[in-house]
Structure formats: C-alpha cells, structure tokens
C-alpha cells in the first residue's frame, strides 16, 4: 500500500471516529434536553471538541439531529427483522427478537430516549421514514407471524398488537429507565435488571402465542 492511500484510510478512519464520537454526544444532549432545549454549543461541549470542528462535520442542529434518529431506526430495522428467519422455528424467533430489542435498549437508551421525544412529538422530522422505510418492514413481519397462526405454529394472535406489546415492554426500560430506577431502588439498571426483564417479557410473549 502506498504512502498516500494509508494516509487517506487514516483519515477516512478518523472522521468515522470523530463522527461517531459526535452522534453519541448528540444523543445524550437530544434525550436530556429535547430537540428544542439542546444547541451547537452543548453538543460541542459534550463530545469535548470546539464548535467550529462539530460545524464543519455537521453543520447545523437540524442535520445532526436527522442523523441521530436515521442511525437509530437503521439500527432497529436492520437487527429486527421477522425474515431474516422466516422458517426457523417461530418460538426461537420471537425469543431472538425479544432479545435483540432488550439488547438494543441497553446498548443505546439515548437514541431510544430522542426516538420516543421524536414520535411523541407527532414525529415531524421522521414521519416520511416511517411511513416509507419501517412500515412496509411492519407489514412483511405481520404476514409473517400470520403465517405461523394459519400453519397452525401458534396460537391465534393480532401480530400488529403482539409487536406493540413487545416494543413498548423492552423499550420502557430504556425511555423510563429513571422511573424503573427509583421503583427497583437502584442507582442505574444493570445487566441482571436486563436479564430478569428478559426472562419476564419472554415468558408473557410465549403464554400470548401459546409456546409457555
């Protein structure tokens, strides 16, 4: 490899680093502050660079922040999808499922936290992407699970109301996790919280479809 082609992979390197670096620090902001309550400058201070190195990366408040929410929902669609197993059994699905939505709302709480500020606010920002990007994913993984009911797989259940159900239970630990916090008297969740609310959402999402 030449001189100037490992010049520019370091480089290229540490702008993803940098980047990445500034996401996060975008996320702790938006999930404390809201989108309104949060600017440049906190940002800035947060991921411990200047203002005038975040503008040049991103530009302006609206920017980071689309790309904050873009990264989040790709992450979710990418680990959360019904067909990447489609004939394995539907129990071992839905446990994986279960798992990985868990996972990610121990591994990213403030993306959670900025996503549930986004779609309570009547998402403005990310309306379209639901609607073009994550609903037609919904619809693919609702044909799914109705396939298993008509094969006689599971028991009888709405998959639009079973993938509600599970959403709003793994990510309540992530968008609640101070009110879970002060009912379990804990100073912050830890893993074992994570493992005893996976065993629980588990079982109550396998008596649903009949697999207890």
Not at 28 to 36: E, L, M, N, Y
Not at 88 to 100: L, S, T
Not at 135 to 159: C, M, S, T, Y
């Amino acid at each position: 490899m030449s001189e100037t082609k490992r010049k520019t992979r370091k480089k290229s390197a540490n702008r993803e680093l940098l980047e990445a670096r500034i996401i996060r620090a975008a996320e702790i902001v938006f999930a404390t502050k809201g989108f309104s309550g949060s600017t440049m400058d906190r940002i800035a201070e947060t991921a411990k660079i200047s203002k005038q190195n975040l503008i040049y990366y991103f530009p302006n408040k609206d920017l980071l922040y689309k790309r904050v929410l873009q990264e989040i929902l790709d992450i979710w669609m990418e680990k959360l999808s019904m067909l990447e197993s489609p004939t394995q059994n539907p129990e071992e699905v839905i446990r994986r499922y279960v798992h990985e939505k868990l996972r990610l709302s121990r591994e990213y709480p403030n993306s959670s936290k900025v996503f549930a500020h986004e779609v309570i606010s009547g998402a403005p920002v990310l309306k379209a992407h639901l609607i073009s990007q994550l609903k037609p994913q919904f619809e693919r993984d609702v044909a799914v699970v109705n396939q298993w009911v008509e094969r006689g797989l599971i028991k009888p259940v709405d998959p639009r109301h079973l993938f509600f159900t599970i959403w709003a239970a793994t990510q309540t630990y992530a968008d609640f996790s101070v009110q879970m916090e002060i009912l379990l008297d804990k100073p912050q969740l830890d893993d074992d919280d994570f493992d005893e609310a996976e065993a629980a959402i588990t079982q109550m999402v396998m008596r649903a479809i009949g697999a207890d």
